[in-house]
């Protein structure tokens, strides 16, 4: 199973909004809501942001968001923080490997 | 407070095995399903392998099928990799995750599995 496509990079000014695609099929992240969100800092543990689509664990700030259309997953961060600048990764749920995970989006605030 | 701690990494062959320990506290162990998901160095993540609360639902990526075998001790609150004939792709840094919800919520330091070729 080949990764879910993400964009290498974005990048945004603080305070702007920023939007990180995660692409796959029907038989994964269309066809499930089983799909969750990560970020990495440099050098640090990923850390769960988003899970099932659009819900976020107790402790992560409401400018994360997740939302799905079609065989598209898409993590917005409102308001960009300096703090947000890390490697973001979505996951998703399919029948045929069970986990696949995202090829990995570096966001950068310029 | 939630902890994952991750042993059993190091300096490897390959054709050699490895056998990875993750010890869980600060939750009902056994009301959770665990995973492994690795991270080469300065590569993504990759997700490789999955057992359910009561082992009877195992899975593996492709990647490491017929090589990796998962296990779990409830009484032992502990999750367990057994790695054969590695490779030096399999270089990374080996997490142990918790599994809620269908998102990876408490991920341990994690533990280094070099090539040393």
């Known amino acids: 199973q080949s990764a879910l496509t993400q964009p290498p990079s974005v990048s945004g000014s603080p305070g702007q909004s920023v939007t990180i695609s995660c692409t796959g099929t029907?038989?994964?992240?269309?066809?499930?809501?089983?799909v969750s969100w990560y970020q990495q800092p440099p050098g640090t543990t990923p850390k769960l942001i988003i899970y099932?689509?659009?819900n976020r664990p107790s402790g992560v700030p409401d400018r994360f968001s997740g939302s799905k259309s079609g065989n598209t997953a898409s993590l917005t961060i409102s308001g960009l923080q300096p703090e947000d600048e890390a490697d973001y990764y979505c996951?998703?749920?399919?029948?045929?490997?069970?986990?696949?995970f995202g090829s990995g989006t570096k966001v950068t605030v310029l | 407070e939630v902890q994952l701690v991750e042993s059993g990494g190091g300096l490897v062959q390959p054709g050699e095995s490895l056998r990875l320990s993750c010890a869980a506290s600060?939750?009902?162990?056994?009301?959770?399903?665990m995973n492994w998901v690795r991270q080469a160095p300065g590569k993504g993540l990759e997700w490789i392998s999955y057992?359910?609360?009561?082992?009877?639902?195992?899975q593996y990526a492709d990647s490491v099928k017929g090589r990796f075998t998962i296990s779990r001790d409830n009484a032992r609150n502990s999750v367990f990799l057994q790695m054969n004939s590695l490779r030096a792709e399999d270089t990374a840094l080996y997490y142990c995750?918790?599994?809620?919800?269908?998102?990876?919520?408490?991920w341990g330091q994690g533990t280094l599995v070099t090539d040393s070729s």
């Open positions: 995750v918790r599994d809620h919800d269908w998102g990876f919520d408490f």
């Open positions: 600060g939750f009902t162990f056994g009301s959770f399903s």
């Open positions: 057992i359910d609360r009561s082992a009877t639902n195992i």
């Open positions: 029907s038989s994964d992240v269309g066809g499930y809501n089983h």
């Open positions: 099932e689509v659009y």
């Open positions: 996951n998703s749920y399919i029948p045929s490997s069970f986990f696949v």
